[in-house]
């Protein structure tokens, strides 16, 4: 199975001292500073930077050097999304704007009250979409596993007050199918990443950027199970301070449609909106693994 154990990498330190770059010199020059963190990911994270090196290699047919430069903007993009996820969290006051494409599937899917699923996976920036969300006056739930160290999570929590968004960490008791449930009730969205697992999870092999990848099939499973409309969402960062969100259009269960035949329907559905904005977005790729090993 593809090598992510749930966890992110930094420490509270690192974190510390771009608080206070943004803070109090603002973003650019705390963007300046990214460029010597990307450039020692680049240089002394091989296993990792070797999955992404073969991803631009193969998946998008580049060459060598090409490959080796796509690399260090990869980390560097990243960097970026997570300081901007902060600035976001945080209320730093910035110029950030937003173009949408599809928010009016969101008001819809609100319309509905039976609330709403939001599928989403490891590119962009997920946290850049809150801005949308918040306008909607709704509450956002996101399912995800515990893989923050709790230190690095109860220092940014001080500094931002917490995340817009509410948390559901997958258990092994499936509580969090509870949860779900209850939020559905409530008129509250629930984001899915569906995009990565963990060993032991069910997956399905589905044709993503020229051959076949695992996907999860719990997210899959539990949008089917609830009934509730789904939608596509990402947010890509196109300029410094500027993203495009992007909402598909509602999938809906029908009345009669099998279960496994609505999870095969959306599954492939989202596997090819990812592959069409991971074309558009390359360097937005955050997944740094083999997500091609079978």
Known sequence: MPQWQGKSKGTVLGYQIFVFVCKYLGVYPA?????????????????????????FRKRFHYGRLTSLIKLYQNYYVFGQTLLDKFIIMAGIPQSFT?????????????????GGILISGHVGNWEAAGHLLRDLNVH??????DGEHQRIKDYLDKQTGGSNFKIILIKSDMSHVYAIGDALLRNELICLHADRF?????????????????????????????????????????????????????IIRQEQEPKDKFIERMMNTFVKDLE???????????NYYNFWEK
Request: aromatic share 22%; proline share 4%.
């Open 31 to 55: 963007y300046f500073i990214l460029r010597f963190v990307a450039l020692y990911y680049f240089l002394f994270s091989w296993q990792s930077s070797s999955h992404t090196y073969n991803y």
């Open 140 to 145: 956002v739930n996101v399912v995800m596993y």
């Open 198 to 250: 963990m060993k032991g999870n069910k997956t399905a092999s589905v044709g993503f950027l020229g051959e076949p990848a695992l996907f999860p099939i719990g997210p899959f499973l539990l949008a089917a199970s609830f009934k509730a409309p789904v939608s596509m969402v990402y947010a890509f960062k196109e300029t410094a301070q500027h993203y495009h969100f992007f909402s598909s259009e509602l």
């Open 276 to 286: 069409q904005k991971v074309k558009i977005y390359p360097l937005q790729w955050f």
């Open 98 to 114: 937003f173009h949408h494409d599809g928010s009016e599937n969101l008001v819809k899917m609100m319309q509905n009250g039976k």
